[in-house]
């Protein structure tokens, strides 16, 4: 644990340090010492599991002590929001295409390097001088068991114990390689006809821990040792007649699935990789872990486990998109050997998040396919939690069957959950929108600019642009199709989808949940989840006028929907003001993935974010239709995309009595190479694909959030940007609520705009949290 003492000091000196640094003008030396004094000040000091870090150092602290380690200047270093280009070198310098295989072994070779520089640690090089001793020797219902010693390094002082069967037959048998833990995988392989080998580098049994003190020269983690043993245990099996060498798999589970990924990355001869729920540093790629996404980011996964991954890492917390690499770069250096990405798509926190793997898949794609083994890449979506059951592990044999050219009997598939591409959309909706028929709206022009430049000055003059602004929004949303408006809801209701049974819903102490569900639902056909406080006899608690104010919050970008990770403690805040919340899940996330999956087969005109602004007002509805609710008093609030679609909402719907956001935005027109820009909603997300037409032409974007904000007007609106936000360009949100606010002036309503911007990087913190209970409690009616 960082002793706090030892770590305030250290912030202290870095901070005077840094301090009389910050004018203009700095050095790029003085740079980078001022943002790891600002990385000191942002980082959680929470205690850790692990005693160490690397083998000379006891804490992070300890080894930027000891090396001098700094940032990187990332005012030097090219930006890349979406996942980098295996198949491009230098990018966001010269890009050059990879288009020879010359090319592709000078990329290959330079992840690799950047792999050591910031992931994995530097290693050795393979010993020239194993020997292997078996420790015992018995059969067990025709399977030959042997426990195995491997020794090497100086005066064989490294070891590795391997439990290695053979199943009845001749050979030579193909290979299923495992930790410690999993032997129970093995167990299944063997019955399978495979040759099952577990080794000593788990947390069970972990016999690499001593490499880091045997070799302390190199400053490798954890989990890059536990994979150089995997590489020992493979250069015994080289020894072995009785082993097709061709043929050699490993594949292991969450933590042991990050080091599978690196035993692959680093060592040709392992010809199969499938990585099971390895989450950040697994499947995940880091640019997508930050706290606008449901897993670990990286401050959280390395404060926590701090040896598994190289110290330099924590550096690229906040400030994910200058990692000149990702996790996909480092999986394409296993093609064209077999890859298997492998998942739940509502495993919580640590090693789900469906939507960030696929785009990794898809990444590896354009690999595979440059290499001409696009049918040795595949991918498995399961559902439940982060436990995997003998199921699993049957269906990663036969995938492997398949790859080892064994058993093609069983037919495999890579099916996607979200499987959205701009292009596909086009062909489904055979849209085409030339951004030249649009005009150029330069994105300093003021709001208040009428047609023909006459100003705006009366609120009834404005009504006629918010009028022109919201049929602008509803064209962006897309083609809502003709439906009805539900019955209303008769009662709330305990019964819940079962699907809510593998998702961590919040829980509160000082009231209740209850559900709005089929059959009496919300919507079309949609659950929500109703919290409420309760006095000591656990009955409702309502105001004096029997009434309570809701609050309906919407989630971020999370594959568990409204999970409890990041409201942890807020609903119960909300509830203690005396109101209600009520959350649902968005379409495409939580208990309703499925549902989102072919939406675009389903509705080719209308928009996802069109869906979930729908299904929001139609919570309204179920929300006026109950007695209990103060109709005059129900706010939208929400994080991320959450707030997003609360803002879209608000704008088009003048019965929501204020709005809350944080990380909600950045204006489109103008965004900078610095963020991911328009293409969050028509690429990545497939929000909002009508705006994939003026990617290249941002200027003619026909409605801009500034012009969304003032539409909220003269309502209550919370906007929270933090500061060093990396999908927002801070001084561009400045601009656009600077712009609302003109709107909100007309109408002597400047105070009910109000702006914080903490200085955090992204995510939604307790300091946030706050703001946004305060802020609500001061627009309740007294």
Known sequence: MIKTTKYALFILSYFIFAHAFTSYGQSAQQQRHAYLQQLLELQETPPSHDAFVSY???????????????????????????????????????????????????????????????????????????????????????????????????????????????????????????QWNHRGWAQIAVRRGYMGLVYAGADDRDDTREYLELYPDYDWSTLMARAWGAHRAVDYLYTLDRVDRSQIAITGHSRNAKQSVFAGAFDDRITAVISSSGGTGGEIPYRYTDARHSNEEIEFLVSRRTHWLHPRLRFYWGREHKLPIDQNSLLSLIAPNSLLL??????????????????????????????????????????????????????????????????????????????????????????????????????????????????????????????????????????????????????????????????????????????????????????????????????????????????????????????????????????????????????????????????????????????????????????????????????????????????????????????????????????????????????LHGLLPRLGFFVDDTERIPVDFPAILASIAPRPMLVITPELDRHSDFKKVQQAVGQAETVYRLFNSDSKLDFMTPYEFTGFSSLQKKKLVDWLHGQLKQ
């Open 56 to 178: 000379h150092d006891s804490t992070w602290i300890d080894w930027v002590e000891r090396t001098g380690a700094l940032p990187p200047n990332f005012e030097d270093m090219p930006s890349i929001p979406l996942l980098p280009d295996p198949l491009v070198i230098d990018e966001g310098g010269e890009n050059i295409p990879v288009e020879t295989r010359a090319q592709w072994k000078e990329k290959r070779e330079w992840i690799k390097e950047q792999a050591k520089h910031i992931l994995s640690g530097t290693f050795p090089p393979p010993p020239s001088n194993v020997t292997a001793h078996v420790l015992d020797e018995k059969m067990e219902n025709g399977v030959k068991i042997e426990m195995i010693e491997l020794r090497f390094g100086n005066n064989k002082e490294a070891k590795l114990t391997l439990e290695l069967f053979t199943p009845p037959g001749d050979g030579p048998f193909p290979v299923f390689m495992t």
């Open 342 to 683: 492998s998942t739940s798509i509502r495993e919580n926190k640590a090693g789900g998040a469906p939507w960030a793997i696929e785009h990794n898949y898809q990444s590896l794609e354009k690999v595979y396919g440059f290499l001409d083994a696009g049918d040795k890449l595949g991918i498995r979506f399961r559902d439940g939690e982060h436990a995997v059951e003998a199921r699993d592990i049957e269906a990663f044999i036969d995938w492997l069957d398949i790859q080892f050219d064994r058993s093609s009997m069983i037919p495999w598939e890579n099916e996607l959950v979200y499987n959205y591409s701009f292009d596909q959309w086009k062909e489904l909706s055979g849209e085409t929108v030339d951004p030249r028929d649009f005009p150029v709206i330069p994105a300093e022009r003021a709001i208040l600019t009428g047609e023909g430049g006459a100003t705006i000055d009366s609120p009834s003059a404005w009504k006629a642009q918010k009028d022109s602004i919201l049929a602008d929004v509803d064209w962006l949303l897309g083609d809502r199709p003709a439906g009805v408006t539900a019955s209303p809801i008769r009662r709330l209701t305990a019964r819940d989808d079962y699907l809510n049974s593998f998702i961590s819903r919040p829980e509160v102490s000082n009231g209740r949940s209850r559900n709005i569900a089929p059959y009496n639902a919300l919507g079309d056909y949609l659950h929500g989840r109703l919290y409420y406080p309760t006095d000591e006899d656990g009955e409702m608690q309502t105001g004096e006028e029997g009434k309570l104010p809701v609050v309906i919050y919407l989630h971020r970008f999370s594959n568990t929907g409204f999970d409890a990770t990041n409201v942890e403690g807020l609903f119960e805040d909300i509830l203690s003001e005396g109101m209600a919340v009520l959350a649902m899940d968005l379409i495409g996330y939580g208990t309703r993935i499925e549902e989102g999956t072919l939406f675009y087969e389903r509705y080719p005109h209308w928009s996802k974010l069109g869906k979930m602004v729908t299904d929001t007002r139609a919570a309204v509805d179920a929300l006026e239709g109950l007695e209990f609710v103060d109709r005059d008093q129900i706010f939208l609030s929400g994080f991320a995309l959450g707030g997003t679609v609360s803002l879209f909402t608000a704008a088009l719907d003048d019965r929501i009595a204020g709005v809350g956001v944080s990380g909600a935005f950045t204006p489109l027109r103008d965004a900078s190479g610095d963020v991911e820009g328009v293409k969050t909603y028509s690429h």
